[in-house]
């Protein structure tokens, strides 16, 4: 709780760095006028469509390599570390190294993630770096089902869907949407939409 306090924290005063105009980072604007990468042009719908690919092929890598953690002996420690960390320093184990090793390996997705998504966006600003956004992604994982690898991408999916079509229909009020769709999912979908499916498979 105390460490997720203090990244949040860490990371919104480098936002707030950010948007100073002497740091050197383009400010409110960020760094824009992306038109090459690896000497093609973005904006042309092939190297669009190889982008979309390869977004697709790691996000297809990283569900897969998630899984084997997940699966693996590695993983189960790491489950207990979750459910009772005292009872597995109490066996032996030193939970620091395997909570240091996951934080780092998200860390990783979230740079690669960050890597395919500027060049498809042609623009990345300090605001990317707000709060809000950590929120939404635990509203993805809300909302698609916690202690699931697919939940999360189905929340994601479901989740920016309701977004596109809110701030068209109601730009004014899509963060209240965002919220009510929190709530109703905690209050009514503990499991996520997972789990609703779940129980729809059990005879």
Request: proline share 4%; net charge positive; aromatic share 14%.
């Amino acid at each position: 709780m105390y460490f997720s306090i203090i990244t949040q924290a860490l990371t919104y005063a480098a936002m707030l760095l950010f948007f100073r105009n002497e740091t050197g980072f383009g400010g409110n604007n960020g760094f824009t006028d992306f038109k090459r990468i690896l000497g093609f042009p973005i904006a042309t719908p092939e190297t669009r469509i190889v982008l979309f690919m390869i977004t697709g092929a790691v996000l297809i890598a990283t569900l897969l390599l998630a899984r084997a953690i997940v699966t693996s002996r590695f993983g189960r420690v790491l489950a207990a570390i979750r459910d009772a960390e005292a009872r597995v320093m109490f066996c032996g184990y030193d939970t620091l190294w395997y909570k240091l090793f996951v934080w780092t390996l998200s860390a990783v997705l979230c740079g690669i993630a960050g890597a395919l998504y500027v060049p498809q966006v042609g623009i990345i600003n300090p605001g990317e770096m707000s709060p809000a956004n950590s929120i939404e992604i635990a509203i993805w994982v809300a909302v698609g089902g916690r202690g699931t690898l697919v939940g999360p991408i189905l929340g994601a999916g479901l989740v920016n869907g309701f977004k596109s079509f809110f701030t068209v229909a109601f730009p004014e009020y899509w963060l209240y949407f965002l919220g009510l769709i929190f709530v109703l999912v905690t209050l009514f979908l503990p499991q996520g939409v997972m789990g609703l499916l779940a129980k729809w498979k059990k005879p």
